[in-house]
């Protein structure tokens, strides 16, 4: 059965039944390519800060923590405000891709986080691998709500009227 595809959605024919089909937004070479292009600006942000702000073995590391809570807060106040202008489809669907997914994606980096935990318990740190991993997906749930709060805030002032 054909799916009825979304307003502004890409629509294909199936070969094997001539029928229209949505494309999902993932398979879309533009969505994969604002993807892309968006990892190649936050990665190497987020690997030069690495450089710039190494830890040392069994300390807390600061840096990816950092980077993970800037990007969570990042992350709310795009989502918040995207969602406040409109549905998720045209620009504001590739803007979501390309700077949600891809650079914030790619400058988060929460296989670090995994990481780091991993060695600061092989090192015995139990207690700074403890406080890591809990602060950082603690700290990271306040930046987001703090983000959309943010975002809205902003949002909802510009739309009041001036006295």
């Not at 923590?65 to 969602?83: K, R, S, V």
Request: aromatic residues 8%; hydrophobic residues 45%.
């Amino acid at each position: 059965m054909p799916i009825r595809p979304e307003p502004g959605s890409r629509v294909a024919t199936d070969p094997h039944t001539s029928s229209a089909v949505c494309i999902p937004p993932h398979k879309r070479v533009k969505s994969i390519a604002l993807v892309g292009a968006g990892g190649l600006l936050g990665a190497p942000l987020r690997y030069q800060l690495g450089v710039w702000f190494p830890h040392t073995s069994g300390a807390f590391p600061a840096a990816t923590f950092a980077i993970n809570i800037t990007g969570a807060f990042l992350l709310g106040i795009l989502l918040e405000g995207l969602t406040r202008l409109g549905p998720d489809t045209d620009w504001r669907r590739y803007v979501r891709l390309g700077v949600g997914t891809g650079a914030l994606g790619a400058f988060t980096t929460y296989s670090t986080l995994a990481v780091d935990t991993d060695l600061l318990l092989r090192g015995h740190h139990w207690s700074v691998a403890a406080g890591y991993a809990t602060g950082t997906v603690v700290a990271g749930l306040v930046a987001t709500a703090t983000g959309i709060a943010v975002a809205a805030r902003v949002r909802s002032r510009r739309s009041e009227p001036l006295a």
